[in-house]
């Protein structure tokens, strides 16, 4: 991102975001936003401002999603859905390698080039930190991934503040929102009629001339940091951060963990919807005729029994050292492989746990267990 930016918001009445999303196409950007479909707010591509979930709203509890009519004109007044943005930068799903039968022998067929240039809009501040948090995983370090870092690099984000919270979420407690600060080209504000627009990057300076905006006035700025300041006010859940990772890594053999993968289902739920869990695996895909192979790479998830298969048996070979794995890698080992948390606080693994398993509630119990 760069600084030669205005500093101050501007602001842009809510039918010129057409106007922007024709612009970003018009550059050859696909753009995605957010949608309803078999009711929840998904992300999928979007060409108009009408696929956008105008007037709906979601109710968040553990083990709860429910959409709801709220009769007003909110563009974006609903939290987070099932999915997150991962889908776009590192694909549930994608082919590496074809191997094709020949007269001669086997041919390798090197992955297609795709249009990387991708549009997000709706990116909230807890998904812009697992963003962030995944260009660490993909692209610092000795290995490198050279597909991410494409699209990565073609990426534009148009970020939107949230103006209020689920109650399953808990960024305040990571440090990653609801405000957002980086990381975007873009950032909207709703306020009644209008969007407060802040620009992060050159480029969104630039695609900003598409939309007829001006100065935001002081009333309008008052209505941005009032909104903003809702959606903290909301929030409920907490976790203690403090010495988090040395308490979970010191205490491995602590009786809540078989409490707590007692009741876990080992369904791999929370690592679907988890914007920042990234382990998959390579499979080899072959056609009913024998000629043609795919390599393909898929989402995996700690939580299958044979995800740590070695030797000829599962390292983690029960619910309850499957579960302490995955909590203690996100909150504790994750700060020594990137140096931050695997948890932005957004809350998905929450609400879509279909027993209703809470990790900031069993963090909690670990906590005033271990004292």
């Excluded at 970020?159 to 407690?173: D, E, G, H, K």
């Excluded at 300076?205 to 008052?222: H, I, V, Y």
């Excluded at 940091?225 to 859940?237: P, S, T, Y």
Aim: proline share 6%.
């Amino acid at each position: 991102m760069t600084t030669s930016v205005p500093s101050s918001p501007l602001v842009i009445a809510k039918p010129q975001l057409q106007k922007l999303i024709d612009e970003l196409r018009k550059r050859g950007y696909s753009v995605a936003g957010p949608t309803i479909d078999q009711e929840a707010i998904v992300y999928d591509e979007i060409t108009s401002i009408e696929q956008l979930p105008r007037g709906w709203t979601d109710e968040q509890a553990p083990g709860m999603y429910r959409l709801k009519q709220i009769g007003d004109d909110s563009w974006f007044g609903f939290v987070v859905g099932p999915h997150s943005w991962k889908k776009y930068l590192f694909p549930p799903r994608e082919v590496l390698l074809t191997a094709e039968k020949t007269p001669s022998g086997w041919s390798f067929v090197p992955r297609a080039n795709e249009n990387a240039k991708r549009a997000l809009l709706g990116v909230r501040a807890c998904e812009l930190a697992a963003i962030q948090v995944q260009d660490r995983v993909f692209l610092e370090g000795p290995f490198q991934d050279p597909i991410y870092r494409q699209r990565r690099e073609q990426l534009f984000v148009i970020a939107v503040n949230c103006t209020q919270a689920a109650s399953t979420c808990f960024c305040t407690s990571m440090k990653t929102g609801p405000e957002c600060r980086q990381g975007f080209d873009l950032a909207l504000t709703e306020i009644d009629n209008a969007f407060l627009v802040d620009v992060g990057s050159d480029l969104g300076q630039d695609l900003l001339k598409a939309c007829d905006f001006t100065a935001a006035n002081p009333d309008q700025c008052e209505a941005g940091v009032q909104a903003r300041q809702q959606a903290v006010d909301q929030i409920v859940r907490q976790m203690s951060t403090d010495g988090l990772p040395q308490m979970l890594l010191e205490n491995l053999d602590h009786p809540h963990w078989k409490e707590v993968g007692d009741r876990c289902l080992s369904c791999t739920n929370c690592t679907m919807v988890c914007p920042t869990c990234f382990c998959s695996s390579v499979v080899e895909v072959r056609d009913l005729n024998m000629d043609r192979v795919q390599r393909e790479r898929v989402w995996d998830s700690c939580f299958n029994p044979d995800f740590s298969y070695l030797g000829g048996s599962p390292v983690r070979d029960d619910t309850p050292s499957r579960y302490r794995q995955w909590l203690t890698h996100k909150l504790g080992s994750w700060h020594q492989q990137f140096g931050t948390s695997g948890c932005v606080g957004c809350g998905r693994c929450i609400t879509w746990c279909p027993v209703g398993i809470d990790i900031t509630e069993e963090v909690a119990t670990l906590q005033e267990e271990t004292r």
